[in-house]
């Protein structure tokens, strides 16, 4: 196997997750909407949460959305392969769905309910020698809601 292939990313959730591109730099995320009733959920589904429906066809969700809650991790769970604090943020997008994701590139005193954000994906190693992952994670929108420092 050449070795750019042996490093090139995987997803992480390929049912929630697809990469594009030869070198997994951008992608998006799944999700099934309801033929009757219009509803959207992430990941796969066999039926409509919310009328039960089986009539559903996979969509590709919007790549922004906004912060509907946070929190900041202190303590991970065991194997956290990054840095600690982190945020774990739950970000609502345009098409209903709640989306639970680490969010990045803000300060901690920054963050605002309300908040656009916009998809990242993070390449994280799996072990030290194991494989590498995509993953996703949420970031500020727009440069102007970056700040200066942690809570």
Known sequence: MPESSRNTPKSVDPGRLRLDGDQASTGALLGMRCLDCGISVFGQAV??????????????????GTLYSYTIVRVPPEGWP??????????ELPEGPHILA????????????????????EEVQSGDSGPVFSVYKWAPATESTLGTGEV
């Open 47 to 64: 039926f409509c949460q919310a009328c039960s429906s089986a009539r559903l066809e996979p969509v590709d969700l919007s790549r922004t």
């Open 102 to 121: 680490e969010v990045i590139d803000v300060a901690h005193d920054a963050l605002r309910i309300g908040m656009e954000v916009r998809l990242a994906l």
């Open 82 to 91: 990054g840095p600690v604090p982190y945020v774990l943020g739950e970000v």
